[in-house]
């Protein structure tokens, strides 16, 4: 809104000496930390209102757990306001409508990705939460085949309008290249187009956008177990992709690193921006110990943008490289739950996700956090580091 009005003032601004003192918003770099810093404050000043209203509406963790060992801990929980996700997706559109160019369809397809989850996460945090049925038995949420449909479905349409809104100039194709890890797209002598490129045709493009929204979405969803690791994550991943956006929407930041130059992506830069300001706020209030859990409406909605600006700039590998947590959580479920079925009953670990092995191993939460975050910060800076490996 506040560009917005920017945008059509210009000329007025212009014309009567006052451009010069607001041209800073033409600047995407500076809404993209402005952003930032306004999401931050923003969940700061929110939050205890917030996890004070989740509180009167009971909308509590319920503390269940499979596994024996971790029943104390997680009981010891059942009484912290969950669905705090409200809050993080909240800002983060709130922030993007105000310092963003709405004008933009890569941002608008960035809030329905955050909305689409955000409402998903929120109906399955309502049914585990408050849907008790007559029997007095309840629903532990959406099952696993609700909910992927509804995550396959925003992979294709976001694949579908990616696709089609991609850079149709003459030459190849760079918002549809296949973006190789250690490839130049740009010959740096010369800086032409690499003529070795490949190019996704429709039906690639829109199957790796389909499985990278679901499977980032998930990912995020299955490592939000412990008090701070997935917004600490989340934080670290979203500095990663403002710096990724930006180079990604400036043809001559994106020729000088030999990546792709996906036009109008820059202005993700904002919606990036807002998520690390949003995860920075929300861990104010989610470190241990937690006063509110950002629950499925949270982390679905986090995954989804993550692999969402991913997909626009061209950078999923980067991205993969980058979340090597999330991976690792998720990767650890699917290992625990095959292996247990291939052998009637083994396990690989003592608990899945592997954040519960170690916790069952006797790591401390805060040991396990603080070096998962860890790890998270080395590999978003070796991730970008690979930029000028070529």
């Known amino acids: 809104m506040i560009y917005l009005l920017f945008d059509w003032l210009r ?57 024996e060992g971790l029943r104390a801990a997680a009981s010891s ?14 800002t983060i559109i709130f922030t993007t409508l105000l310092l963003a160019d ?17 409402a998903l996460g929120g109906i399955d945090d309502w049914l585990k939460l408050t849907a008790a049925s007559r029997a007095g038995k309840s629903r532990q949420g959406l099952y696993a085949w609700e909910k992927l449909v509804f995550q396959l479905g925003l992979g294709l349409i976001v694949g579908y309008f990616t696709y089609n809104f991609g850079n149709h100039g ?13 490839q130049k797209t740009y010959e740096s002598a010369v800086g032409s187009l690499n003529e070795h490129l490949v ?10 956008a389909v499985l990278l929204i679901a499977g980032m ?7 939000d177990g412990m008090d701070g690791l997935a917004s600490g994550i989340s934080a670290a991943v979203a500095l990663g992709f403002i710096l990724l956006c930006l180079i990604a929407g400036k043809d001559a930041w994106a020729r000088w690193l030999l990546v792709p130059h996906v036009p109008g992506t820059d202005e993700l830069a904002i919606i990036a921006g807002a998520m690390l300001g949003a ?49 690792i959580e998720i990767g650890s479920v699917v290992l625990q739950v095959s292996y247990f079925k291939a052998t009637g009953g083994k396990r690989i670990l003592r ?40």
């Open 77 to 90: 929980k059942a009484a912290t306001p969950t669905m705090g996700g409200i809050l993080i997706v909240g």
């Open 102 to 118: 709405m004008k933009n369809m890569y941002v608008v397809l960035g809030i329905i990705v955050a909305v689409w989850l955000a």
């Open 217 to 223: 979405s998930n990912a995020v969803n299955i490592s």
């Open 199 to 208: 190019i996704l045709p429709r039906w690639a493009y829109i199957t790796v």
């Open 170 to 182: 003459e030459g190849p194709n760079l918002a549809h290249v296949l973006n190789l890890p250690f």
């Open 279 to 327: 995860c920075l706020g929300f861990l104010w209030f989610n470190c241990q110990p937690a006063s509110v859990f950002m629950g499925d409406t949270g982390s679905l909605s986090l995954g989804g943008l993550l692999a969402y600006f991913a997909i626009v700039t061209r950078q999923e590998a980067v991205m993969l490289l980058m979340s090597t947590v999330f991976l």
């Open 351 to 390: 608990c899945s996700p592997i954040h519960h092995h170690f916790h069952m191993a006797a790591w401390t939460e805060s040991q396990i956090v603080i070096r998962f975050w860890v790890l998270s910060v080395l590999m978003v800076v070796l991730a970008l580091a690979t930029l000028k490996l070529r």
């Open 11 to 67: 000329n007025d601004l212009d014309r009567f000496g006052l451009y010069r003192y607001l041209q800073v918003l033409d600047q995407v770099e500076f809404r993209a930390f402005a952003a930032t810093a306004l999401a931050f404050v923003l969940v700061l000043v929110l939050g205890r209102p917030v996890i004070d209203w989740l509180r009167r509406k009971k909308i509590g963790d319920t503390g269940l757990t499979d596994a």
